[in-house]
């Protein structure tokens, strides 16, 4: 998001530089643009170079002990959960995964578990 609405602003040719996973980050708001509407698609035709320092786009640290933190915190949460699942209604219970649901969906939540991953 922040990609796009620097490059609305900008009346000449751009390009972009990255560094470690700002590689993996500025692939992806790339990509995102280039398979977005037809106005980010324009915004794309006078994109011409990229510049990576020391590339994390291959893959990193970050994502790979992210996906792990991610994983082991939603295990512990359905173990925490678990034990409340006799004692709650039906309607409880599908109140709380809407709830869940709605959370993992939004906006704010697709960025910070979309950051995690790299492209590969």
């Given at each position: 998001?922040?990609?796009e609405?620097?490059?609305?602003?900008?009346s000449?040719?751009?390009?972009?530089?990255?560094?470690?996973?700002?590689c993996?980050?500025?692939?992806?708001?790339?990509?995102?643009?280039?398979?977005?509407?037809?106005?980010?698609?324009?915004?794309?035709?006078?994109?011409?170079?990229?510049?990576?320092?020391?590339?994390?786009?291959?893959?990193?640290?970050h994502?790979?002990?992210?996906?792990?933190?991610?994983?082991?915190?939603?295990?512990?949460?359905?173990?925490?959960?678990?034990?409340?699942?006799?004692?709650?209604?039906?309607?409880?219970?599908?109140?709380?995964?809407?709830?869940?649901?709605?959370?993992?969906?939004?906006?704010?939540?697709?960025?910070?578990?979309?950051?995690?991953?790299?492209?590969?």
């Amino acid at each position: 998001a922040c990609v796009e609405k620097t490059v609305k602003d900008v009346s000449t040719p751009w390009g972009w530089v990255g560094y470690s996973q700002g590689c993996a980050n500025a692939f992806r708001a790339e990509s995102m643009m280039l398979q977005g509407t037809p106005e980010q698609q324009r915004l794309m035709s006078s994109f011409r170079c990229r510049q990576l320092l020391f590339s994390a786009a291959n893959g990193s640290a970050h994502a790979t002990c992210g996906d792990w933190k991610l994983l082991r915190a939603l295990v512990d949460g359905e173990r925490f959960l678990k034990r409340f699942q006799a004692s709650m209604s039906a309607a409880t219970q599908n109140l709380a995964l809407d709830l869940l649901q709605n959370a993992l969906s939004s906006r704010l939540a697709y960025a910070v578990l979309g950051s995690v991953q790299s492209l590969t």
